[in-house]
């Protein structure tokens, strides 16, 4: 070969050499190679780095919570062996020992200086890829505190006073006697004697309990307000209200004197001898009519008939006591001056007698049904309706110009009527204190508005005279004035309103009851007389206690679509469908006893103090 030859066959191939990218992917693979392993190892051990801190983390702050949750002794600077056991357990179950081949793991809990919580713990990451360029295992290192704090918080509490929580658990039935007490403006009124161990006493034992289990977590910045209403068939809020929402008049069942006086069938004779003259004997008559009455309602001195027999001088007189007769009716009464509380001329007795408002109210105008739509809610149900009429006003109830008849219709009958054991025709619901006795009407101790109370406070309210039971059960009276006493946006607005510079206060009701709805139609309460005005129940009493369970539940629907937490106890019964609907979820409590009464509310007040994370 020549060399010209040589020469160019050799630059031939160099120039298709240069022209053959073939294979330069492989010597770039084999040049890259080590920096994309350790790029990509990299990534691999900071991703599993990363996830070991975030469950590290979350391990430490359940540790501490729990560790917040179970401590008994706020005392000293050690955190107790409760609170260091179930710190540990918690974080034992939240990161396991050996995930992602970890190694040396350690959770310290320990008690901060305001009794609080905080903890650290660490973990030893090894590496995977990186082993190959010499990188060690990373030690993960995270600390965490939790807080037991209360947000600023207002409760009121809906508490059931009717006369079975004068007994026992155990009581079946509930027997305890009747007798009457004096309230501080002098007036009487009527109340079912405790027995020994009641469930009013543990009642009061366990709202104590609450009180002092909230305040055990509260620092020096939270805001708690406590507000109360006790319930039977009514609820005594009248002097809660300004006189602009009340009524100036209002139609009652009862009853207005004719004018004409009836014989009480006790018709006497009495016959006088030796009567000289005709004139002699009618001077024995003594007045007629009769022009006054006495204490009682009869007629004084009433002598309406004589005789005289000239030839055997005999005088025979027949005496006829006499009673006032009045028709029974609905009548429209001025209460204007009632409500001021000033004692006021009773106007259904020709005999002169006064009567003072005690603060119970009648509910202003309603819709029966046994269906509600929260959205859309009657006047009675509304919490947040302002008065603008008298359609929408409360009324006094006047139990003393409240009388029962036996018939929608009005009628007439003499005299005044005491009861006995039931209600009775003609009777007054307040006169003759048989009604009041036999709990046909109560009116209990007034409402507390929201407030700030302190544990005296708080004590002084469970323990006064007044807070007596007695009277039926009517969940619906509590409910709606409990959620219209704390609603957010109603008369009372401003009493829970938040403090300057805070968020609005958490909003719960306590609701408490140790019986069902029991209704009676012949019971003057919150919606009058039903058997006679029919507010609730409608054409037929068979629909009362259906009724009224219905306007239980929508207003506890009411309550929580304005975001107040529900509680609900049943005290020594079993909590049936209505109890369990109108607490909020999960917070439907059964108390078997006095203790068990005083563990849930206890319970309630842990719920109500809000546990939180705060590093």
Same mark, same amino acid.
Request: aromatic share 10%; charged share 15%.
């Given at each position: 070969?020549?060399?010209?030859?040589?020469?160019?066959?050799?630059?031939?191939?160099?120039?298709?050499?240069?022209?053959? +990218?073939?294979?330069?992917?492989?010597?770039?693979?084999?040049?890259?190679?080590?920096p994309l392993a350790a790029l990509s190892g990299s990534a691999v051990d900071l991703g599993r780095t990363y996830s070991v801190k975030t469950r590290l983390q979350q391990a430490c702050d359940a540790g501490v919570l729990a560790g917040r949750k179970m401590m008994t002794d706020t005392s000293g600077t050690t955190?107790? %062996?409760?609170?260091?056991?179930?710190?540990?357990?918690?974080?034992?179950?939240?990161?396991?020992?050996?995930?992602?081949?970890?190694?040396?793991?350690?959770?310290?809990?320990?008690?901060?200086?305001?009794?609080?919580?905080?903890?650290? %713990?660490?973990?030893?990451?090894?590496?995977?890829?990186? $082993?190959?360029?010499?990188?060690?295992?990373? =030690?993960?290192?995270?600390?965490?505190?939790?807080?037991?704090?209360?947000?600023?918080?207002?409760?009121?509490?809906?508490?059931?006073?009717?006369?079975?929580?004068?007994?026992?658990?155990?009581?079946?039935?509930?027997?305890?006697?009747?007798? =009457?007490?004096?309230?501080?403006?002098?007036?009487?009124?009527?109340?079912?004697?405790?027995?020994?161990?009641?469930?009013?006493?543990?009642?009061? =034992?366990?709202?104590?309990?609450?009180?002092?289990?909230?305040?055990?977590?509260?620092?020096?910045?939270?805001?708690?307000?406590?507000?109360?209403?006790?319930?039977?068939?009514?609820?005594?809020?009248?002097?809660?209200?300004?006189?602009?929402?009340?009524?100036?008049?209002?139609?009652?069942?009862?009853?207005?004197?004719?004018?004409?006086?009836?014989?009480?069938?006790?018709?006497?004779?009495?016959?006088?001898?030796?009567?000289?003259?005709? %004139?002699?004997?009618?001077?024995?008559?003594?007045?007629?009519?009769?022009? /006054?009455?006495?204490?009682? /309602?009869?007629?004084?001195?009433?002598?309406?008939?004589?005789?005289?027999?000239?030839?055997?001088?005999?005088?025979?007189?027949? +005496?006829?006591?006499?009673?006032?007769?009045?028709?029974?009716?609905?009548?429209?009464?001025?209460?204007?001056?009632?409500?001021?509380?000033?004692?006021?001329?009773?106007? $259904?007795?020709?005999?002169?007698?006064?009567?003072?408002?005690?603060?119970?109210?009648?509910?202003?105008?309603?819709?029966?049904?046994?269906?509600?739509?929260?959205?859309?809610?009657?006047?009675?149900?509304?919490?947040?309706?302002?008065?603008?009429?008298?359609?929408?006003?409360?009324?006094?109830?006047?139990?003393?110009?409240?009388?029962?008849?036996?018939?929608?219709?009005?009628?007439?009958? /003499? /005299?005044?009527?005491?009861?006995?054991?039931?209600?009775?025709?003609?009777?007054?619901?307040?006169?003759?204190?048989?009604?009041?006795?036999?709990?046909?009407?109560?009116?209990?101790?007034?409402?507390?508005?929201?407030?700030?109370?302190?544990?005296?406070?708080?004590?002084?309210?469970?323990?006064?005279?007044?807070?007596?039971?007695?009277?039926?059960?009517?969940?619906?009276?509590?409910?709606?004035?409990? $959620?219209?006493?704390?609603?957010?946006?109603?008369?009372? %607005?401003?009493? =829970?309103?938040?403090?300057?510079?805070?968020?609005?206060?958490?909003?719960?009701?306590?609701?408490?009851?140790?019986?069902?709805?029991?209704?009676?139609?012949?019971?003057?309460?919150?919606?009058?007389?039903?058997?006679?005005?029919?507010?609730?129940?409608?054409?037929?009493?068979?629909?009362?206690?259906?009724?009224?369970?219905?306007?239980?539940?929508?207003?506890?629907?009411?309550?929580?679509?304005?975001?107040?937490? +529900?509680?609900?106890?049943?005290?020594?019964?079993?909590?049936?469908?209505?109890?369990?609907?109108?607490?909020?979820?999960?917070?439907?409590?059964?108390?078997?006893?006095?203790?068990?009464?005083?563990?849930?509310?206890?319970?309630?007040?842990?719920?109500?103090?809000?546990?939180?994370?705060?590093?």
């Amino acid at each position: 070969m020549s060399k010209k030859r040589a020469i160019a066959e050799t630059l031939g191939f160099l120039s298709r050499l240069r022209r053959d +990218v073939r294979g330069n992917t492989l010597a770039l693979m084999a040049a890259m190679l080590i920096p994309l392993a350790a790029l990509s190892g990299s990534a691999v051990d900071l991703g599993r780095t990363y996830s070991v801190k975030t469950r590290l983390q979350q391990a430490c702050d359940a540790g501490v919570l729990a560790g917040r949750k179970m401590m008994t002794d706020t005392s000293g600077t050690t955190l107790d %062996a409760d609170a260091t056991a179930a710190a540990q357990t918690f974080f034992s179950n939240n990161f396991k020992t050996g995930w992602f081949r970890t190694t040396g793991l350690t959770f310290t809990p320990s008690k901060t200086g305001d009794s609080q919580v905080s903890g650290t %713990a660490s973990v030893s990451v090894p590496m995977t890829v990186m $082993t190959m360029f010499g990188m060690s295992a990373r =030690t993960v290192s995270v600390t965490c505190e939790a807080r037991y704090d209360v947000a600023d918080a207002d409760i009121m509490f809906v508490l059931d006073t009717t006369g079975s929580m004068a007994c026992t658990t155990s009581d079946d039935p509930c027997n305890a006697p009747v007798k =009457t007490y004096t309230r501080s403006d002098g007036t009487t009124a009527y109340y079912t004697v405790e027995e020994s161990g009641s469930k009013i006493g543990g009642l009061r =034992t366990a709202v104590l309990s609450f009180y002092d289990t909230l305040a055990a977590t509260a620092d020096s910045t939270t805001h708690i307000r406590y507000g109360f209403v006790t319930y039977t068939s009514t609820v005594n809020v009248g002097y809660l209200l300004p006189q602009a929402d009340l009524v100036k008049t209002w139609n009652y069942q009862s009853r207005k004197w004719t004018g004409n006086d009836v014989n009480n069938g006790n018709t006497t004779t009495q016959t006088y001898s030796n009567v000289a003259t005709s %004139a002699d004997c009618t001077a024995k008559l003594g007045r007629q009519p009769a022009t /006054g009455y006495d204490g009682s /309602g009869q007629a004084q001195n009433n002598i309406s008939v004589n005789s005289y027999t000239g030839s055997t001088q005999k005088c025979v007189i027949k +005496v006829q006591p006499l009673l006032p007769e009045y028709k029974y009716d609905q009548y429209s009464l001025d209460v204007s001056q009632f409500i001021t509380g000033a004692s006021v001329t009773d106007p $259904t007795r020709v005999v002169p007698s006064t009567s003072k408002w005690q603060g119970c109210i009648e509910e202003r105008d309603t819709t029966t049904g046994s269906t509600f739509n929260t959205d859309s809610l009657p006047a009675d149900l509304d919490p947040d309706l302002v008065p603008t009429s008298d359609a929408t006003r409360w009324r006094p109830m006047w139990e003393d110009a409240e009388y029962y008849r036996p018939s929608t219709s009005s009628s007439t009958h /003499g /005299g005044d009527v005491v009861s006995g054991s039931s209600v009775a025709n003609y009777s007054s619901y307040g006169i003759s204190g048989g009604n009041q006795q036999t709990a046909y009407y109560t009116c209990g101790k007034p409402a507390q508005r929201l407030a700030t109370m302190t544990r005296d406070d708080v004590s002084n309210y469970v323990n006064a005279s007044d807070f007596k039971v007695i009277g039926g059960t009517y969940h619906d009276t509590g409910m709606i004035w409990g $959620t219209r006493l704390i609603s957010p946006n109603g008369i009372f %607005a401003s009493d =829970t309103a938040a403090w300057p510079g805070r968020q609005a206060p958490n909003r719960f009701i306590v609701f408490m009851t140790d019986g069902q709805m029991n209704t009676n139609p012949n019971i003057y309460g919150l919606y009058g007389m039903e058997a006679l005005d029919k507010r609730a129940s409608g054409s037929s009493p068979s629909n009362d206690t259906a009724n009224h369970n219905a306007r239980f539940l929508a207003e506890c629907a009411a309550a929580k679509a304005r975001n107040i937490t +529900v509680f609900v106890v049943g005290f020594g019964q079993t909590l049936n469908s209505q109890l369990k609907t109108c607490a909020s979820p999960g917070q439907a409590y059964y108390a078997s006893d006095n203790a068990a009464l005083k563990t849930a509310f206890q319970k309630i007040a842990q719920q109500v103090a809000m546990l939180r994370i705060s590093k």
